[in-house]
């Protein structure tokens, strides 16, 4: 009876430091940045083109004569402001909604397209989506490379990355005139990523040295935080090295570690820590 009290007594013991650590985390952590995500900011860019950031993942859209493209529909409250904004700019016009990947503060909006076409990355398949998606917010056309749509006097790109980045299907919609790139969460800004599932960072590392080869990039739409320059795919390429770096050498960790203390992170789930982690597992794997 006595060691079974004793039992009783350490599981209760752990089960508070959980509580309290969890707690701690949110208060600090979680809580805040839930709210900053939660704020949005409309820039007009053109006459054409709007950029609605927050409210989930950066959303782009770009109306022409004959359609308007949509890039990310957000979530809660955000995704139905940003509907409504969409449906009064379209008018008539078809709608095609592009999901940079299928996490859902990037595609809890897609219930108010109902009738439009929604594309998402070809390497997903429908089984996936329905496991890991909303019912409400399934796409309908899948993108096995890239696609190019004339809007207006600018082309819009949209390219399948095919390859293991932040997931296995990233798109990404790159605007020729603008010069301007829309990075889904492959590029952030000044926010730690988040690293689950399929997620590789040498991926990261082999599509940010490609990107330029394919394309003049001028300005950067990311994911998540302010629009850019192409500075912000260099810090962010300088992070994922930092963070190899410290993955093989302890000496460097602390340093490497703290020259982020800055960016937007969440212990376990979105830190530095995680990435050095993932970078270890790879290692180990081999």
Known sequence: MKILKKILKYIGILLLV???????IYLIYLRPFM???KQVTTVQYDKELTLVLGGGGNSGVLVSDSLVIVIDTKQDEAAEQ???QVLQLAGNKPILVVNTHFHPDHTSGNKYYKGQSILVGGNYTKDFWMKEVDKENLPTLWLPTKMDIKMGNDTATIINLSQNIH??????VYLHKRKMLFGG???LNKQVP???GVADPDGYLAIFDGLPKQFDIHYIVPGHGAVGGFELIDNFRQYFLDMKTAATDDAKKAELVAKY?????IPLFMSPGRTISVFKDKVAKK
Do not use: E, P, R, Y
């Open 18 to 24: 959980v509580l309290v650590i969890g707690a701690t």
């Open 167 to 172: 997931t296995a299907s990233d798109v990404m």
């Open 185 to 187: 969460d492959v590029i």
């Open 35 to 37: 709210n900053k995500m």
């Open 194 to 196: 988040a690293l689950f």
């Open 82 to 84: 940003l509907s409504k």
């Open 261 to 265: 203390k800055d960016w937007a992170q």
